[in-house]
């Protein structure tokens, strides 16, 4: 699946269902049980290579694991992470990379990062990548936010929105909000004319997306915004079922995931 039929399903008022995926025998059952979107996410630091954070993701893994994730679902829509280091540099730096992933498989990279990121975002959209841009609780930056919730003061929160109207202009197709206000979600949404995909964002967003792990209770501690979709479905793919089965009625995120 491409970009355009994507976007297709969002202006019919469809809700867009995404999880990160990390190898074949998943994106076989993700893409079977009418996931939307499937996440190469650095995430896979953490969930796969179980390091404390996604700061030692490499392109290399993030191209491996792609590889892996297209060759269990040759159709699906699959997005990539651009991981720590390999795209803030510079816009060329960033392209050399992102080709990488497209050529792995990739249909979009995603990075993170506002205003700072327009200039990469406009260079990569011209010269045929797809970008998603993210917001909020970026994992790449850490050290300086650690993992909390952001933009919950009034200053941040009109920042966060101006971020999100420079990625638009600059040519992003998708934009996921992590961990922020619900109530905030729902302004940048009603800004933007591209579809955003909420974690921790509240229920007032085009999509959802979850971390694969968080959805099968296999977090240790898992975050507010995460919901155990395995408990009581009694498979793996009745639990992926009902994920998006709720993504796509509304019914998750509840209140209780929401900031
Ligand atoms: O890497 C990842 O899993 C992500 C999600 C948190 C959206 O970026």
Redesign the pocket.
């Known amino acids: 699946m491409f970009l355009p039929q994507l976007l297709k399903k969002t202006t019919s008022g469809e809700k867009l269902a995404?999880l990160?995926c990390y190898d074949a025998g998943f994106a076989r059952l993700l893409d079977a049980a009418g996931v939307d979107i499937l996440?190469v996410?650095?995430?896979?630091g953490m969930?796969v290579q179980g390091h404390p954070t996604?700061l030692p993701v490499t392109v290399e893994h993030v191209v491996y694991h792609t590889e892996a994730v297209r060759r269990g679902a040759p159709s699906a829509f699959v997005m990539a992470?651009l991981p720590f280091g390999s795209y803030q540099a510079a816009p060329a730096q960033a392209m050399e990379n992102a080709a990488r992933l497209l050529a792995a498989g990739a249909n979009m990279v995603?990075l993170?990062g506002g205003s700072v990121m327009v200039e990469t975002v406009n260079f990569l959209v011209t010269r045929g990548v797809p970008v998603c841009g993210?917001l909020g609780l970026l994992?790449q930056s850490v050290n300086q936010s650690g993992y909390r919730a952001q933009a919950r003061d009034e200053a941040s929160a009109r920042q966060l929105l101006a971020d999100a109207v420079a990625l638009e202009a600059a040519g992003a197709a998708l934009l996921?909000l992590?961990s922020i206000p619900a109530r905030l979600a729902a302004e940048v949404r009603q800004r933007l004319a591209i579809p955003t995909?909420g974690?921790g964002a509240g229920a007032d967003c085009d999509g959802q997306?979850l971390?694969l792990t968080d959805l099968l209770g296999l977090t240790e501690r898992p975050p507010r915004f995460a919901k155990d979709f395995l408990a009581g479905a009694g498979n793996l793919g009745a639990a992926v079922q009902h994920y998006v089965a709720d993504v796509k009625a509304g019914r998750f995120p509840a209140a209780e995931h929401s900031f």
Not at 41 to 44: Q, R, V, Y
């Open positions: 995404a990160t996440l996410g650095d995430s896979l969930t996604t992470d995603k993170e993210h994992p996921i992590e995909i974690i997306v971390v």
